[in-house]
């Protein structure tokens, strides 16, 4: 090869270097802002996912704050008018306002609740659902008809039963939501309050589904109560 040819092809090589070169540099540079956009593109899915957890669990929180508080409401209300009716058994067509009053909002945090429970939740819920159905309708017959037996009887549920119910409600929603210590043993507490409710406030009406059994659902209750609550 003669220096001629060697100086032509170097200066060949060159020149397509310094041609290319920019080329180089662009499709580096494109490649760095497509990896730069990748990048942003990743960190806000991340930070959508992250906000769309933080709003589903702040709206969970909510749901169960206002069920439990809903819950509560209820039983000191339904509290307040069984001792009314036992120190004055009213007549009939006096309403049980207070009592009216809170079972509206409950049944509304209830059935907005019920979109958004657990399983373990869902089951305590349903059956504390139960108990505020049945001692509403013990409260409105014991005003129709006032029987001491049945007015010590409910006063007995509201202490124990209800009381009980309420408690573990509270329990297995703080549980839930991860602020709480793990529920011990939750199908005791569970058969207990089923057993205390068909013991006491509904003792003697026709009961419906299976319990808890090998299906490992729980499906037991009454019949619907007022308003077709379940």
């Known amino acids: 090869m003669t220096s001629d040819l060697t100086a032509a092809i170097v200066a060949a090589i060159g020149i397509v270097g310094t041609l290319t070169a920019p080329l180089i540099a662009q499709r580096s540079a494109s490649h760095a802002r497509r990896l730069e956009f990748e990048l942003q593109r990743q ?18 929180r909510d749901a169960y704050a206002d ?23 009213p007549l009939p067509d006096q309403p049980l306002t207070p009592v009216e009053e809170a079972l509206r ?19 305590i819920a349903s059956e504390v659902n139960r108990g505020v159905n049945s001692a509403y309708s013990a409260l409105v017959q014991l005003q129709q008809t006032y029987d001491v037996r049945a007015a010590e009887e409910l006063r007995s549920w509201f202490s124990g039963g209800m009381s009980e119910g309420v408690w573990v409600l509270r329990k297995i929603l703080r549980e839930d939501l991860g602020v709480g210590e793990p529920f011990g043993d939750f199908h005791a507490a569970l058969r207990l309050l089923q057993d205390t409710r068909k013991s006491t406030v509904d003792r003697g009406k026709p009961q419906r589904g299976l319990g808890i059994g090998a299906v490992g659902g729980y499906t037991s209750g009454i019949e619907p109560g007022p308003n077709g609550q379940a």
């Open 43 to 60: 960190e806000r899915l991340e930070e959508r996912a992250h906000a769309d957890r933080r709003a589903a669990y702040e709206e969970k």
């Open 67 to 89: 069920l439990n508080a809903a819950v509560r409401g209820f039983a000191s209300a339904a509290e307040t008018s069984l001792r009314d009716l036992m120190a004055e058994h």
């Open 105 to 123: 909002p409950y049944r509304g945090h209830y059935a907005r609740a019920q979109m958004l429970l657990g399983e373990r939740p869902m089951l």
